[in-house]
């Protein structure tokens, strides 16, 4: 039941992140290649960057909050958050780009 709400929430904030919001389907095998690319690329992030990123867009904790919880600064929270979102950006661009062709 834990991961079926874990799974709903990744799936909402990854469709949040696209714009214009497509149609996600509800079979795996059937996701949209764009949120696949997006999921890969929060899986490749590291431990500490995508353990912000999930705190931060999963659990909705602010930056104080994780930051107490990793023991780092607020400000580090931030660069993380930055490399996190400059990950995702990158990967949607590199989709597009590949579609464009």
């Given at each position: ?9 990744f799936a909402r ?27 890969r690329a929060i ?59």
């Amino acid at each position: 039941m834990a991961d079926d709400n874990m799974a709903a929430r990744f799936a909402r904030t990854i469709r949040d992140l696209l714009a214009p919001t497509p149609v996600v389907p509800t079979c795996y095998e059937n996701v949209d290649p764009e949120i696949r690319r997006v999921e890969r690329a929060i899986a490749r992030l590291p431990k500490r960057t995508r353990d912000v990123f999930m705190m931060h867009r999963f659990d909705d904790l602010g930056y104080d909050r994780i930051a107490h919880r990793l023991d780092i600064s607020e400000k580090a929270v931030a660069r993380e958050m930055v490399r996190a979102l400059r990950a995702i950006r990158k990967a949607r661009e590199d989709h597009a780009r590949e579609h464009r062709k």
